[in-house]
């Protein structure tokens, strides 16, 4: 796959529930994230490269393993603020990734306060750097994607249940699926330009359906009858505190607006139940479930429903090398705030 062609998300086939995830996760991006635990080859890169250009900013950023705190938050001039009366904000990744998809391969293997830092940002929409008494913040709204696999580490508990989403991901595929994926992949392969032009009008639609959900998400409410469905479900799968029931409930939101719906329904609810409590269930209550069969993507108001996702993974290097090195950007001094240093917070 080419850099300034990716793989139209519409076009992709067989992982119905990634797709799924990744839309909520896209409407509403303080969900917290979507976590993906497969093997390799399950699309989980192209997925995520694929959505970010139906994303207002169309950004996709590669995250590194490599990356330091500053190259993630930015950096400060503090010279220059105690001279000039002006702070030199070095933009980092988070910057980069606002309104775009922030993407974090073998995030288990990142350094626990990286990932936390990012879930606190993913939580609030907000990226604030601090340093020495001084602070710079500036939005974040961003997609985070972060994969794993469970052979090469597992991430700890307490961060595990502050993402959002989770969705795990089988490679073996029936052989109607895996020939629609091969057909594709060829055939895109063959000609770039041309097959991402006959997926330009659903790629379009899309685009606008996720433009339209985002805007409606403030006119739909939560009802009595949505926090006893949702109460209930944590409940039974034994879910520690109630970080469940926030993300089931924006993600029921998000789902009902995707599909064109003033209001959260019971299918709403059942079709992001297990995106939320797989990750977050009682091994004992986990052990009394019955397979799940996961819920095709959200359809719109017509009830027409979005072509399901996969494509070979891809591993495509970034751009550039310079992760996090913007030109620094001039921040008045009215705007700097004195706080306490620099440190993870937990909602």
Same mark, same amino acid.
């Given at each position: ?28 991006? +303080? ?12 699309? =989980? ?68 306060? +990286? ?28 997609t985070l994607v972060g994969t794993m696999n469970p052979e090469e580490g ?10 959002? +989403? ?55 409410g939560f009802s009595d009858a949505d926090h006893e469905r949702v109460a &209930? ?10 970080? &469940?029931?926030?993300?089931? +409930? ?60 996969? &494509?070979?993974?891809?591993?495509? &290097? ?18 700097? =705030? ?6 993870? =917070? =937990?909602?």
């Open positions: 796959m080419t850099l300034d062609t990716p793989f139209p998300f519409t076009a992709l086939h067989g992982q119905p529930l990634l797709q799924s995830a990744l839309l909520l996760a896209t409407v509403d991006p +303080l969900i917290g994230g979507v976590l993906v635990e497969g093997p390799r080859g399950t699309a =989980k890169s192209t997925a995520a490269r694929a959505l970010a250009v139906l994303l207002p900013g169309g950004h996709f950023v590669n995250l590194p393993l490599s990356t330091s705190e500053e190259q993630l938050v930015g950096s400060l001039d503090l010279e220059a603020a105690l001279q000039g009366g002006e702070v030199r904000f070095r933009p980092g990744l988070l910057a980069r990734a606002h309104e775009g998809v922030l993407y974090v391969d073998e995030v288990n293997l990142l350094a626990d306060g +990286l990932v936390d830092l990012l879930l606190d940002v993913c939580a609030s929409g907000v990226n604030r750097i601090e340093r020495d008494g001084i602070s710079h913040a500036h939005p974040a709204r961003l597992e991430l700890r508990p307490q961060l595990l249940d502050r993402f959002g +989403l989770f969705v795990r991901l089988d490679n073996v595929l029936p052989p109607a699926e895996r020939q629609a994926i091969v057909r594709a992949r060829l055939a895109f392969d063959a000609d770039p330009a041309a097959f991402a032009a006959r997926h330009a009008p659903a790629q379009q639609a899309l685009a606008a359906r996720i433009a339209a959900a985002r805007a409606a998400l403030p006119q739909i &209930a479900l944590c409940h039974a799968a034994e879910v520690e505190g109630v970080r &469940a029931d926030l993300v089931m +409930l924006r993600a029921a939101r998000a789902h009902a607006a995707l599909a064109g719906r003033g209001a959260i329904d019971a299918a709403d609810i059942d079709a992001v139940a297990e995106l939320v409590l797989t990750h977050r269930r009682h091994p004992e209550a986990e052990a009394g479930q019955a397979p799940h069969t996961p819920p095709p993507p959200p359809s719109d108001a017509s009830g027409q429903q979005q072509g399901t996702a996969q &494509a070979p993974a891809d591993t495509s &290097a970034p751009e550039d090398g310079n992760w996090g090195a913007l030109p620094p950007q001039l921040v008045p001094i009215a705007g700097v =705030k004195s706080v306490r240093p620099l440190h993870a =917070k =937990k909602p």
